[in-house]
T-cell receptor, first 111, second 114 residues
Framework: QKEVEQNSGPLSVPEGAIASLNCTYS??????FFWYRQYSGKSPELIMF????GDKEDGRFTAQLNKASQYVSLLIRDSQPSDSATYLC???????????FGKGTRLSVIA | DAGVTQSPTHLIKTRGQQVTLRCSPK?????VSWYQQALGQGPQFIFQ???????QRGNFPDRFSGHQFPNYSSELNVNALLLGDSALYLC?????????????FGPGTRLTVL
């Protein structure tokens, strides 16, 4: 059974702080790792993906992958109230293989 | 560049009825995957279509079926609806020839079964 685990939160951070979201996965064969943001009542929006161990930065977002520990994280720098949403971690086996999602972490950025 | 579109936006059905949901993928994409998202849960994979055939299937009963058309659009059909089928149904679009294989979601169809 392939599983993706996330802390459901809510994770509350003050505006301007760094938000750190974590995810672990059970299948060592997982190849690709994705972070989606989902506002209440809306569909998931792809923020970042990462394939290789290490860090990948895109604007205020940094994804970190550690395959040995089966751990992937998302850092949001200079958090804004508009970042308040549920963040979904997803993994697959590369290519167009199905995404396996965690239940998501709810982030609340307090102004 | 049109993104992924889905119709209808909302749907209310009663138990035992049948429903058809529709999806048009992003321009240039040839693969459609369907997911079910229950309240408070992450999306769960139902099945995936490319070249007009079902290629992969998740752990869903055969009441869930689908189709892909030559223009890459897709339908999800659910027969004999149960209360537990109430969920947000998401269509994800991707390309088999793309290097990055990202899957982009449509706005979803909210199905309520009474």
């Amino acid at each position: 059974q392939k599983e993706v685990e996330q802390n459901s939160g809510p994770l509350s951070v003050p505006e301007g702080a760094i938000a750190s979201l974590n995810c672990t996965y059970s299948d060592r064969g997982s190849q690709s790792f994705f972070w989606y943001r989902q506002y209440s009542g809306k569909s998931p929006e792809l923020i970042m993906f990462i394939y290789s161990n290490g860090d990948k930065e895109d604007g205020r977002f940094t994804a970190q992958l550690n395959k040995a520990s089966q751990y992937v994280s998302l850092l949001i720098r200079d958090s804004q109230p508009s970042d308040s949403a549920t963040y979904l971690c997803a993994v697959n086996w590369g290519g167009n293989t199905p995404l396996v999602f965690g239940k998501g972490t709810r982030l609340s950025v307090i102004a | 560049d049109a993104g992924v579109t889905q119709s209808p936006t909302h749907l209310i059905k009663t138990r035992g009825q049948q429903v058809t949901l529709r999806c048009s993928p992003k321009s240039g994409h040839d693969t459609v995957s369907w997911y079910q998202q229950a309240l408070g849960q992450g999306p769960q994979f139902i099945f995936q279509y490319y070249e007009e055939e079902e290629r992969q299937r998740g752990n869903f009963p055969d009441r869930f079926s689908g189709h892909q058309f030559p223009n890459y659009s897709s339908e999800l059909n659910v027969n004999a609806l149960l209360l537990g089928d109430s969920a947000l149904y998401l269509c994800a679009s991707s390309s088999r020839v793309s290097f990055s294989y990202e899957q982009f979601f449509g706005p979803g169809t909210r199905l309520t079964v009474l």
